[in-house]
Structures are given as structure tokens and as C-alpha cells.
């Protein structure tokens, strides 16, 4: 007889599933996203370089062409095996173009990764979000003892791993094909991907090259690999938990604290009494309620008398169990309106009144007034001013700065009294007013460079002189460099000539261009100045003749040459 043997195969409970409920947070408002690291997202960053930042090309026909890149399924690299090429839906061969694959994948055994539980995995990176939406609020009577949330999010470590693709390139000419290789042998060693995403370290192997004759066409082909240092992350683990994990720290910690013990009017925070009786229920049970709770101490207080100080009741313990009242007092009443007697003070300041202030340098905050004379056997410095009423009587005076005039009652400031004097100065001299030497007045330092002002009273600077002198010399010889040759632009006969040119422009100090800083000649033979006379309009000279006293018209055939002062 057969043997039937059944097997439970009843769901597991909902709450046996979930082994940490802390992993439900939700997350669908969440601005930071699950971190994956995928296959094709290893794809899509080789492409992505080819693409973007190989940007393979070749020139066909004197135009650059841009060489397509394809990740090639196992079907199409089926295909390609076979054939040796690639054709589109038309049945053509495709030429230019790239193809690729991923041929292998294998751990990485220079960066070990030991999850020692890949579902429960203990190695991860942690990430502090600065900013939360929890700690938004608009009601702060409710934050009171709270503290900000801050929110974590845990990324498990990757698994890293070594990629191989192999790559296949055709071109129509062997010159298209080096400027391809050429390109892809450069980027070696780069890290391969898109910037804002994520890139990878690749190393590219031998290059092998072939060239092949179809019945149609002839075309060159190369064959190269590359190997790809990544690492993989997986959206969840085997327990469908996302790989990033978000924390969120308490808002509020409280400690409950219990007693077995009945408290008889407890005192509120407004000290006011809550009820006439309340009892503790502790975890082992209900107290009995106790008019009184008396506490002892384990360590009593005692209070000892000090210099100068009584206490009464000293040396007498206070733990507790009964009530034991002191006095604190001193020998005499120190408040602001007594009189306070002391054998000696010793202080770093004294404050006399409100706003005068002795201390061991002297007297400050107010006026000091002395009655009777002052003697001093050391040095009086005074910071401020001294007014002085009657007779200043010393025997030597220093004066090392003097921030005022000297007044007199009447009269000027005179210093020495004959032709002969001499007065040294050490340092600066400030004039407000003017100065007079030898009936001559200078009310002025002028650094005026370019003179423009002419006045009689007035000293010009070194510099100024200098200055001027350079540009007005700078100026002149530029114009007396100035001379150029110019050919008529048009005639207008009988006695016009015209030249597109403008004359040069002769400095301040200097007779103004005229045509005497001209010689014209016609024909090669020289015009002379009592016949001729030159005006500027706009960018166009005009050179006008008079014919009957140079005895003939100028004809439209006629070569006219200047050499003068012309611009350029």
C-alpha cells in the first residue's frame, strides 16, 4: 500500500516575515533614492564613453562621419561569428562600426569583500542627511525638551568585480581604421563612464587587425578587449531589504522612575499642591499612603564657623531626621546705608560716588579738585589738558609736539628779530595760509602736469616739470617724425586735387599745419606754395590751384605726389 506523505506548505504569518520592523520606513517622498549598481548600468557607461567622449569618426569623401557604437546581443554576436560583419534590416553591411560584448565576469580578489551574511550584512557606508523633513514644525510649544532629528542612511558595501568585453571595428579603409584605434588607445587606462553618474577604471588589451574581401566590398577589421575594474550593488538582498537603509535618532528621551512609598502633596511646577494624596504604584504594588516622608542622609551637612564669621548651632549635623535651624551673622551691619569701620582694606580699585574710580595708578571717571597745595616728589604726567590760572615757573622746557598756534594777545608770530636768524625744522611744516619770500607770494604746491592752469602763485612739483616736458617732447618728436608721401585720389579740373588723408596735428607750442609743410609735385615737376593752398574736409585734403599764376589746368590724367606732415 502506498504511503502518502503531506507536506505543510501554509504561508508563514505576516509579522514572521519581517524580522526588523525598522527597515519599513517609507521612503516613496524620499528625495535619496535606493543606491544600485547594476550590469547594464556597467553597459550603458562603456557606451556612454564611446559616445560622448571617444566620439569615434572617420572622413569619407571630405566629410567626417561619425562611427556608431552597439552592444551586441547573442544573437547578433552569433551572427557576426558566422559572417565575419554585420548587416542591417536591408541586408547591407554596415560599415563603419563598433560592436561590442561582455564576455566574463569575475570577483576581484585585490579589494576582498567578507559580508560574512549577505542578508544580513554588517559592512556599510553612512551617510548624515543635513537637512530632514521631520524637523519641520510650526507649533513650538510642543518642542520644548525635544531635540532635532537627524536622519542616516546606511549603503551596504559593493561586491567588486573584473568585466571583459571584447570589441570588434570595421572600417572601409585602413587610414579610418588607425584614426579609430588611435583614439581608443588613448583613453586606456581612463576611467570610463558618464561624470554625473558613475565611471570605472578600464585597461585595453592587444589590438588584432585582418582585412577582408567580400563579393561586394572590402573592408577592414579589428579585434580588441577590454577589461573593466567595477563593482556591483543590488536594489535589495535576498530578503527583498533595499540595500540603503534610513535611520531616524529619537526626538525625546524620558526615564520613568517608580516608588513603592505613598506621597503626600506633591509640589507642581507652579508650586501648587496637586492632590492631598497620591500614591506610587511601583512594579511590585501598591504603597501604603504615610502622612510624612521623611529622607536621611547618608553623609550629614555640617556648617562651621569662618574668620570673622558666627554661625549658631556649629559643628552640629543635619541629616535629616530632625530640623536644625542656623544664624549667619559678622560683627557689624554692612548694608549701603551703614557706616562700615575696617582696621585696613586692600582692593584693586575704589569706587567714590558714582562715577569716580581711585586706584593704585591714580584717579579716573570724574573731576579730581584738591584743596591746599600739591607736592609730588616723582614725575607728573598728565594725559588730557592742564589749565594753569596764575604763574608756570620751571627750569627747562621740552616740547616734544605742539598741536595749536601759540596765542598772544595781540600781534603775529615772530620768529627772530634780524635778517641773520636761523630757523631749523625737523620734520613737517603745515601751512593753512600763504607763503612769502623777498615780497613774492606762493599760495600753491601744484603737481598740475600739464601746465593748463598759468598760474603766477603757484610752485610746480619735480614731477610735474618732468612730465611735461616729456610729453611736449614726446608730442614734437612724433610730429617732426611724421612725414609721408601720398598720390591724389581723384581731380576735379581745372583746379582741384583731392587726397584721402588727414594732416597731421601739430602739438601745443607749434605754428599749425599749413601748406607750407607740403611739397606737391605734378607730373614730376614741383608745384610752387604761391599757387597753391590746402583745406581739410573730413578724411579728404583738398588741394586747390590757382591756375592763372601757375599757368595751366590740371587735367584728370594728371599725377599728383605730396610729401609732408600727413597722419599716417
Excluded: C
Excluded at 563603419?96 to 542578508?119: E, G, H, W
Amino acid at each position: 500500500m502506498p504511503v502518502t506523505v503531506k507536506y505543510n506548505n501554509k504561508p508563514i504569518p505576516r509579522k514572521q516575515r519581517i524580522l526588523n520592523r525598522g527597515y519599513q520606513y517609507k521612503r516613496s517622498d524620499d528625495a535619496s533614492k535606493t543606491l544600485s549598481v547594476n550590469l547594464v548600468d556597467i553597459d550603458s557607461a562603456i557606451l556612454f564613453y564611446f559616445e560622448n567622449v571617444i566620439k569615434p569618426s572617420v572622413e569619407d569623401n571630405g566629410e567626417h562621419v561619425k562611427v556608431p557604437t552597439m552592444y551586441a546581443s547573442p544573437e547578433r554576436w552569433n551572427s557576426i561569428q558566422k559572417t565575419g560583419f554585420m548587416r542591417d534590416k536591408k541586408r547591407q553591411i554596415i560599415v563603419p562600426v563598433i560592436a561590442f560584448r561582455r564576455t566574463s565576469i569575475a570577483r576581484d580578489d585585490m579589494i576582498p569583500q567578507d559580508k560574512l551574511d549577505a542578508n544580513n550584512p554588517h559592512l556599510f557606508y553612512t551617510f548624515e542627511k543635513k537637512f530632514s523633513d521631520v524637523n519641520r514644525y510650526d507649533n513650538f510649544s510642543t518642542q520644548i525638551g525635544t531635540f532635532p532629528q537627524k536622519e542616516y542612511y546606511n549603503v551596504t558595501f559593493p561586491d567588486y568585480v573584473t568585466i571583459s568585453y571584447d570589441f570588434i571595428i570595421w572600417t572601409s579603409y585602413m587610414e579610418q581604421m588607425n584614426k579609430i584605434v588611435e583614439r581608443v588607445n588613448y583613453s586606456a587606462g581612463a576611467y570610463w563612464g558618464d561624470p554625473e553618474k558613475m565611471r570605472f577604471r578600464t585597461q585595453v588589451d592587444t589590438f588584432t587587425d585582418t582585412s577582408e574581401v567580400t563579393d561586394a566590398e572590402r573592408f577592414v577589421k579589428t579585434n580588441f578587449s577590454v577589461t573593466l575594474r567595477g563593482y556591483l550593488l543590488p536594489e535589495s538582498n535576498f530578503e527583498h531589504r533595499p540595500t540603503t537603509q534610513k535611520y531616524l535618532t529619537p526626538k525625546k528621551v524620558i526615564f520613568g522612575m517608580e516608588t513603592d512609598v505613598t506621597i503626600s502633596k506633591p509640589v507642581g511646577q507652579a508650586g501648587q499642591f496637586i492632590d492631598e494624596e497620591v500614591t506610587e504604584v511601583s512594579s511590585v504594588g501598591k504603597g501604603t499612603p504615610t502622612s510624612k516622608v521623611a529622607v536621611t542622609l547618608e553623609n550629614p551637612l555640617v556648617l562651621s564657623e569662618g574668620t570673622g564669621v558666627s554661625v549658631t548651632n556649629a559643628s552640629s549635623e543635619f541629616d535629616g531626621s530632625s530640623r536644625v535651624e542656623h544664624v549667619i551673622s559678622i560683627g557689624q551691619d554692612v548694608s549701603t546705608t551703614s557706616n562700615v569701620t575696617f582696621n585696613q582694606t586692600s582692593a584693586s580699585r575704589l569706587l567714590i560716588g558714582e562715577v569716580l574710580t581711585y586706584t593704585g595708578g591714580g584717579v579716573s571717571g570724574g573731576d579730581f579738585y584738591i584743596t591746599g597745595s600739591l607736592s609730588t616728589t616723582k614725575n607728573l604726567t598728565v594725559v588730557g589738558d592742564a589749565v594753569i590760572s596764575g604763574t608756570l615757573t620751571a627750569q627747562e622746557f621740552h616740547t616734544e609736539f605742539v598741536s595749536s598756534s601759540i596765542i598772544f594777545t595781540s600781534g603775529s608770530t615772530i620768529f627772530g628779530d634780524t635778517i641773520d636768524d636761523t630757523h631749523n625744522f625737523t620734520g613737517s611744516v603745515l601751512l593753512s595760509g600763504s607763503l612769502k619770500l623777498n615780497g613774492y607770494e606762493v599760495n600753491e604746491i601744484s603737481n598740475d602736469t600739464s601746465l593748463t592752469d598759468g598760474s603766477a602763485t603757484a610752485l610746480v612739483t619735480e614731477n610735474a616739470v618732468k612730465t611735461y616736458v616729456t610729453n611736449q617732447t614726446s608730442n614734437q618728436n612724433t610730429y617732426f617724425r611724421k612725414t609721408f608721401v601720398k598720390t591724389t585720389s581723384s581731380i576735379t579740373v581745372p583746379a582741384t586735387a583731392s587726397f584721402t588723408a588727414v594732416t597731421a596735428s601739430a602739438p601745443t607750442g607749434l605754428t599749425a599745419t599749413n601748406e607750407n609743410d607740403f611739397v606737391f609735385f605734378i607730373n614730376g615737376q614741383y608745384m610752387e606754395h604761391d599757387a597753391i593752398a590746402i583745406q581739410q574736409s573730413g578724411s579728404v585734403l583738398l588741394l586747390k590751384v590757382n591756375t592763372s599764376s601757375i599757368g595751366y589746368d590740371l587735367e584728370s590724367d594728371d599725377e599728383i605726389l605730396s610729401w609732408g606732415k600727413w597722419n599716417s
